[in-house]
């Protein structure tokens, strides 16, 4: 999300708070009541358009045919008039909810009985965690939250922007951390749980009616670059091959659709190969509604048509721009533009009354299933009773502190210096422009947290005697008051550093140039490490990963942490994680790059290395150079151990239905393959097969703990494959001296197919092996 004017003009957290608290209290005076239509009293009561026992899409499709052209154009932006003579209330469909309803967007309001929400970690934290059911709670909170603020009138619009599952492709990316990581299966996992949260369904898929909130996966496809070297996301032509389109950036928002059953997708900014995403038809209309069925609508990127003549230059009038976004396929423009040259189109010929019915179809389907035309909302089942009481409950705060604490990683931890006894610490010293900075918490689109626990507070809440100082003037730390950290480093018994970066550094419209810590930090750590003690503790609060290999080596620093942007209770779960109350059970879901990286052109979208050139690839599956920490990493305080069971619980998939199947010679001679076109749906449900492996706690702590299974090929980067892909992954809860199982359900035609060069999704004929850890179990497909 964003514009040009909308966020890139604001350069700092308190600038961005200062800004959203003046545009929420600027908004429409509040309302009495959520907008509903075909109440006792409505003009329209009698109507097909209010009558529920009708399909949505029919329901639809009869309100829009009552409306005049004037009156259907009107609804064609994020902002929709109302229609006074069908009872049909104004709309905002821009509302954020990526961890916890946000300022941004046009609808909501905090200026009545709610003032505060429940703000979650900033998402990639969140993704630490590898469990899909804490994803599903909390976009289940989310949406609940949502539908409580609609019933009070403080909602005028119940769409939600939410989630960002675009790949965390390059680590310089300022909206990195909005998203779940660099791993396709991972961001396809937490795509369908937070979605089907969201929306009301269940973790296992069975929706609702009404919808609890609508769900909408942005920003298809091949978006991660807001400003490098001059090259702006509303002009950046992306080159992105057809593998990579098949095997990275698309999975994510496929879940979404076909699994997650979000109603909405949004097309981004980019130019893909030639074409921006909103103006293409083989996207918007080819896939997302005939390859995966979209059932809702799709929504452009904040001013994203406009951008299409005035920055892009991809069509020759305004008229020509909203002609060409409709008829491929876009449903919604977030801003004005369509509704100004909307008219104009029609009359000039353009694009016809029709192609704005079939839109308005299925934006107002949407509007149908989230309730908005049964009556007063406020009397039905089961959100009808939902209030102010369901806001910032215990529970929800109490999720706030699970997801925080559980997506905390471990990094480094010489001697067992972590847990600290809190008995045997005289004094502390908390360090760092991040200790005592409540804005830092939230990273960026957040709205009013209900409550802020900042690490410096969280450390007073188990310490007696903690003194305080910044140490840099801010994020940037142009300005290092290290003379006054050294001497109260050398004066105190434990020395914790709470340091990293800000949106003052990474942000929507902005990017950094360099993986170090910026200005005069670590310099700093390295003089206040020097100066204690004995061995410092070193916080990293930041959405992307950095470059602290200086630390890494430093035996003056014990322990680092990774936490993220942790939300209102990042504070306590910090201090939780460094006292012992809670087992760090987090693992990096991007890969920690060294400032080297830096070197390569974040315009290159190429996720395959090629070592002819030295291009070294992105992310864990394609990356060929050194890491700083790999995918995955993170320590715990207790020591487990897996196996993957092959005694006979694990049954060997069934091939046989390979007899049958001609296999095609790859392209390199290096072996053939199987099509999972030719598998089909029946062949692919008759492959799957589980896996079990056996998880032990030894101790000495109880303690949460991710299984990450991978797949690795013998001819691994052989035509594209992948160095190893993660199959999936299981959270679970161990005591000290606990043993359990864990199930995988594998299916080969998604976890063991690779696309070729043309896209086409493919399982090599011979071994692949599955992977947990250093246990491995091979898998042959054969004829």
């Excluded at 994510?252 to 109603?263: H, I, L, M, Q, Y």
């Excluded at 715990?636 to 199947?661: C, E, I, M, Q, W």
Aim: aromatic letters at 8%; glycine letters at 10%.
């Amino acid at each position: 999300m964003g514009t040009i004017s909308r966020h890139d003009a604001t350069t700092t957290a308190a600038a961005l708070l200062l800004l959203a608290l003046t545009l929420s209290s600027s908004m429409a005076a509040a309302a009495s009541g959520p907008g509903f239509s075909c109440g006792p009293s409505s003009p329209a009561r009698s109507l097909p358009f209010c009558d529920r026992s009708l399909p949505a899409a029919r329901r639809a499709a009869d309100l829009v045919s009552r409306m005049t052209v004037a009156e259907k154009v009107s609804q064609m932006g994020d902002e929709a008039a109302g229609v006074p003579r069908l009872g049909v209330p104004a709309y905002k469909y821009w509302s954020e909810g990526l961890h916890g309803l946000a300022f941004w967007g046009h609808g909501l309001r905090f200026d009545g009985a709610v003032k505060g929400v429940t703000s979650f970690p900033q998402v990639l934290l969140t993704a630490a965690s590898f469990d899909e059911g804490l994803w599903f709670r909390i976009g289940q909170a989310i949406g609940r939250e949502a539908r409580a603020m609609y019933n009070l009138g403080q909602a005028e619009g119940l769409t939600i922007w939410s989630p960002n599952v675009n790949i965390f492709r390059d680590p310089r990316w300022g909206r990195g951390q909005e998203t779940p990581g660099e791993d396709p299966a991972t961001a396809s996992k937490y795509a369908i749980a937070f979605v089907r949260g969201i929306q009301g369904s269940s973790p296992g898929g069975a929706g609702t009616a009404p919808l609890q909130a609508s769900a909408c996966c942005k920003h298809a496809t091949a978006y991660d670059l807001e400003d490098w070297n001059g090259v702006q996301r509303y002009n950046f032509k992306a080159t992105v091959t057809a593998q990579d389109l098949a095997d990275t950036f698309n999975p994510p928002f496929r879940s979404c659709v076909v699994d997650g059953k979000a109603t909405c997708v949004m097309c981004a900014y980019t130019g893909v190969n030639g074409v921006p995403a909103c103006a293409s038809s083989d996207l918007l209309t080819k896939t997302f509604r005939g390859e995966w069925g979209l059932d809702g609508y799709v929504a452009s990127d904040c001013d994203a048509v406009a951008i299409m003549r005035d920055a892009q230059r991809y069509a020759p009038t305004p008229e020509d721009t909203v002609a060409v976004a409709l008829k491929a396929g876009l449903d919604l423009n977030c801003g004005t533009y369509t509704q100004d040259h909307g008219m104009s189109a029609i009359r000039q010929g353009k694009m016809a009354e029709k192609d704005v019915d079939k839109a308005l179809t299925n934006l107002f389907a949407v509007r149908m299933r989230l309730g908005h035309f049964d009556g007063d909302p406020r009397g039905s089942a089961p959100y009808g009773g939902l209030g102010a009481a369901d806001i910032c409950t215990p529970e929800h705060k109490n999720l706030a502190l699970e997801a925080a604490q559980d997506g905390i990683v471990l990094l480094k931890n010489d001697g067992g210096l972590l847990p600290l006894d809190r008995s045997a610490v005289g004094s502390a010293a908390a360090i760092g422009h991040n200790a005592n900075d409540p804005l830092v918490l939230s990273g960026n689109y957040f709205g009013p947290a209900c409550e802020t626990t900042t690490p410096l507070k969280g450390l007073q809440g188990y310490l007696k005697n903690v003194r305080f100082l910044a140490g840099c003037n801010s994020a940037a730390c142009g300005v290092a008051a290290t003379g006054q950290a050294v001497s109260l480093a050398s004066s105190s018994d434990y020395v914790f550093l709470f340091m990293g970066l800000s949106q003052e550094q990474e942000k929507e419209g902005l990017d950094r140039t360099s993986l170090l810590l910026p200005g005069k930090q670590q310099s700093l750590i390295t003089a206040v490490a020097a100066a204690a003690k004995r061995p410092v503790i070193l916080v990293l609060l930041t959405g992307g990963p950095v470059d602290v290999t200086f630390a890494q080596s430093n035996p003056k620093i014990g322990a680092i942490l990774w936490a993220g942007y942790p939300g209102q209770a990042g504070g306590l779960a910090i201090a939780r994680v460094l006292f012992g109350d809670h087992n760090p059970s987090g693992r990096l879901p991007v890969t920690w790059y060294p400032e080297e990286f830096t070197k390569i052109p974040m315009t290159d979208m190429r996720m395959r290395a090629n070592p002819a050139t030295g291009y070294p690839g992105r992310s864990y599956r394609f990356y060929n150079g050194r890491t700083v920490y790999k995918f995955g990493y993170g320590l715990s305080y207790s020591k487990f151990s897996h196996r993957l069971v092959a005694d006979g619980k694990n049954p060997a998939p069934d091939t046989s239905l390979f007899a049958g199947l001609p296999s095609t010679l790859s392209s390199r001679d290096i072996g053939s393959y199987y099509h999972v076109d030719d598998i089909g749906a029946d062949g692919c449900e008759q492959l799957k097969f589980p896996a079990e492996v056996e998880v032990e706690n030894h101790g000495p702590m109880d303690g949460k703990h991710s299984v990450l299974m991978f797949l690795r090929w013998p001819n691994a980067t052989d035509d594209g494959r992948p160095t190893s892909q993660l199959v999936g992954f299981r959270s679970q809860h161990l005591k000290a001296g606990e043993k359990a199982s864990v199930r995988f359900d594998v299916s080969p035609c998604e976890h063991f197919s690779r696309a070729r060069e043309d896209g086409k999704m493919v399982i090599d004929r011979g071994s692949h092996f599955l992977m947990v850890g250093k246990d491995e179990w091979e898998i042959s497909f054969e004829a």
